[in-house]
């Protein structure tokens, strides 16, 4: 019996011993990152550039792997169930995370209980735009005219419950204004509608729409950020105009649940690492995206506030997605 515990400890030491070893080499192959959308997109082009310099902060390959579908769900759910051994993690943005939970009867995960937020990395700008032929120019002046003129006002969005439907889905809330919902499958579709004349307004990433506003395609009425942003410090936001309403998106990297500790804490100080390089800043900058870096605990209560947010947009908006 006395032999028997002994090997079982022996055994169990060496077990631990292994598993600290394994740690202390991570990451002794590549890592993958799942997008969870398409490239091209936000979230892509902001995962890509973190990337690849936590690449070089980590000393192994990085790769960014897309997996899109339901609104970031299929990608989610993937790393969900994966192998927790820091060797395939999800980088995503807080619509797929925060809102898909109440927007959708089934998404695959739990946003909290089966994922470790390794860190927040950056925020976006997000604008309410407009094709240049219409006629107001501000916030006030597009509800005004909704005022005057209920359900003539044509809004594109992505898709039903993405971010920029449900930000638009707030103005309408806070000014008591009814537009005419126009969903896309994709931003692209969306934006280019509004170029077009096709459709009057829509709220677009700065990535997304950067472009044409710099060629004098689109016109910029309001940031739906919480704040101004520094690439557009003359652009005042929505809640300049009507109170409370604003939205600032957020792009972090998570792990699974049950991921080792040091795994863990050897992703967020090479993410940190990452987050204070000058090159990633500006690259950032020149994306209408800001680096947002923060201590775990807080990102972990932003994501509990969002959550419970976002659910009562969702409820007030009545937007399902089966």
Request: proline share 7%; charged share 15%; glycine share 8%.
């Amino acid at each position: 019996m006395q032999l028997r515990k002994a090997t079982c400890l022996a055994m169990l030491v060496l077990s631990l011993a292994t598993a600290a070893t394994a740690d202390e080499a991570y990451p002794a192959k590549p890592v993958m990152v799942v997008v969870p959308q398409a490239p091209g997109g936000a979230n892509d082009v902001i995962a890509r550039i973190v990337t690849t310099k936590l690449a070089e902060k980590l000393g192994r390959q990085v790769v960014v792997e897309n997996r899109p579908g339901a609104g970031g769900n299929i990608g989610t759910a993937y790393v969900a169930k994966a192998t927790p051994d820091g060797y395939t993690l999800l980088f995503t943005v807080s619509s797929a995370h925060v809102i898909n939970p109440a927007l959708y009867k089934r998404t695959g995960f739990d946003p909290v209980r089966d994922f470790i937020p390794v860190g927040s990395a950056a925020t976006a700008g997000y604008v309410l735009v407009a094709n240049p032929a219409f006629r107001p120019g501000s916030v006030r002046e597009l509800v005004d005219l909704a005022r005057a003129k209920p359900d003539t006002v044509t809004f594109a969005s992505a898709g039903n419950g993405t971010l920029n439907h449900l930000i638009g889905e707030m103005i309408q809330q806070s000014a008591g204004i009814r537009l005419v919902h126009v969903p896309y499958k994709g931003a692209a579709a969306a934006v280019s509608d509004v170029v077009g004349g096709q459709v009057a307004v829509s709220v677009q990433s700065v990535t997304s729409a950067q472009a044409f506003i710099r060629a004098g395609k689109l016109k910029v009425l309001a940031v739906t950020n919480e704040k101004r942003l520094p690439a557009m410090p003359d652009v005042p936001t929505v809640g300049e105009a009507l109170r409370g309403v604003g939205a600032t998106p957020w792009y972090g990297l998570f792990a699974p649940a049950h991921t080792p500790p040091a795994v863990v804490a050897r992703l967020r100080t090479a993410l940190g690492k990452v987050l204070a390089d000058p090159d990633v800043r500006e690259t950032l900058a020149r994306q209408g995206c800001e680096p947002f870096s923060s201590e775990a605990a807080q990102f972990e209560a932003l994501i509990r506030s969002d959550l419970t947010r976002w659910s009562n947009v969702v409820r007030a908006a009545g937007a399902t997605v089966d």
